[in-house]
């Protein structure tokens, strides 16, 4: 079965700080990356995607990730957090012909 | 501007009501989602439309149903059937199903309540 993981539930990171959000999948082939984040009471929001080439991609808001093909993982990184980047983060893979799966959840806080 | 939008933003429902939740989206996409968010829960796809005129269950149908007349709308009705309606509705939509390499956008979201 097709599987995201995201093995922290919480994460807490002092303002300045790099962060690191985890994400390891198990799904057949190739997949689409995708990280998203999420405020309270509010939709996703997309902030970078992996598709091909270059391991480290760098997405919205100074937000990267790096690929992992022998790991399967898809590591969220910040190399300096920010109070403000306090919300719910949500990797997800797209397996070909498939729909998205989307890990659990990782809440991030990051505090002052 | 363009984008997705989902309404009511917060919606009640009687025991044994259907209701309807509105997905709206202008950005030309073919593909549109249907996803139920629970606390401490990811995110669980109840229907998708690869195109116009077609639709998909997901992996949590049961007690739901959907319609897509229109490419721009994709409307999802609770039925009274749902057990626990409860839930946080995400409504999504992708310029193609076989697009895989490209992003879904989301709406919003519907927080619906059963009193």
């Known amino acids: 079965a097709q599987s995201v993981a995201q093995p922290e539930d919480q994460v807490n990171v002092a303002e300045g700080n790099p962060l690191t959000v985890k994400c390891t999948y198990s799904v057949s082939g190739n997949p689409y990356l995708f990280w998203y984040v999420q405020y309270p009471n509010r939709g996703l929001q997309f902030l970078l995607k992996?598709?091909?080439?270059?391991?480290l991609v760098k997405g919205s808001y100074g937000f990267e990730a790096e690929f992992n093909k022998s790991q399967t993982s898809f590591h969220l990184k910040k190399p300096s957090a920010l109070v403000s980047d306090s919300a719910l983060y949500f990797c997800a893979v797209r397996p070909l012909g498939q729909n998205f799966v989307f890990g659990p959840g990782t809440r991030l806080s990051v505090l002052p | 501007d363009g984008g997705i939008t989902q309404s009511p933003k917060y919606l009640f429902r009687k025991e044994g009501q259907n209701v309807t939740l509105s997905c709206e989206q202008n950005?030309?996409?073919?593909?549109m989602y249907w996803y139920r968010q629970d606390p401490g829960q990811g995110l669980r796809l109840i229907y998708y439309?690869?195109?116009?005129?077609?639709?998909q269950k997901g992996d949590i149908a049961e007690g739901y149903s959907v319609s897509r007349e229109k490419k721009e709308s994709f409307p999802l009705t609770v039925t009274s059937a749902q057990k626990n309606p409860t839930a946080f509705y995400l409504c999504?939509?992708?310029?193609?199903?076989?697009?895989?390499?490209?992003?879904?956008?989301f709406g919003q979201g519907t927080r619906l309540t059963v009193v």
């Open positions: 999504a939509s992708q310029s193609g199903w076989m697009s895989g390499g490209t992003e879904a956008f």
């Open positions: 950005l030309n996409h073919d593909a």
């Open positions: 439309s690869q195109i116009v005129n077609d639709f």
């Open positions: 992996y598709i091909t080439g270059d391991n």
